[in-house]
């Protein structure tokens, strides 16, 4: 069973950061696949990075180049870098995590980007 957790959305100016975190308990975390979804209203969930138990990233097309994902697996912690915030970037923005074939959700962080 893991626990997912959510912090650093908030409200940004187009062209500013921001950085997720997302911490995990009751699992050995290394070997999950680990994520971050994000949904806008009236949208579809998009997965927008992943990272690997061995370290591979991949990003959805809307934001390579922008946004970093990367793992702390001692801390039990993942993080989602965000450069570079265009309005429609503006979701929440959910924690992923993969077990085998189990996936557990995080209860999401807004992330608003508007001048």
């Known amino acids: 069973q893991v626990q997912l957790v959510e912090s650093g959305g908030g409200l940004v100016q187009p062209g500013g950061s921001l950085r997720l975190s997302c911490a995990a308990s009751?699992?050995?975390?290394?070997?999950?696949?680990l994520g971050w979804y994000r949904q806008a209203p009236g949208k579809q969930r998009e997965l927008v990075a992943s990272i690997t138990n061995g370290g591979t990233t991949n990003y959805a097309d809307s934001v390579k180049g922008r946004f970093t994902i990367s793992r702390d697996n001692p801390k039990k912690r993942v993080y989602l870098q965000m450069n570079s915030l265009k309005p429609e970037d503006t979701a929440v923005y959910s924690c992923?995590?993969?077990?085998?074939?189990?996936?557990?959700w995080g209860p999401g962080t807004q992330v608003t980007v508007s001048s």
């Open positions: 992923w995590a993969r077990g085998g074939v189990t996936d557990y």
């Open positions: 009751g699992t050995i975390f290394s070997f999950y696949t």
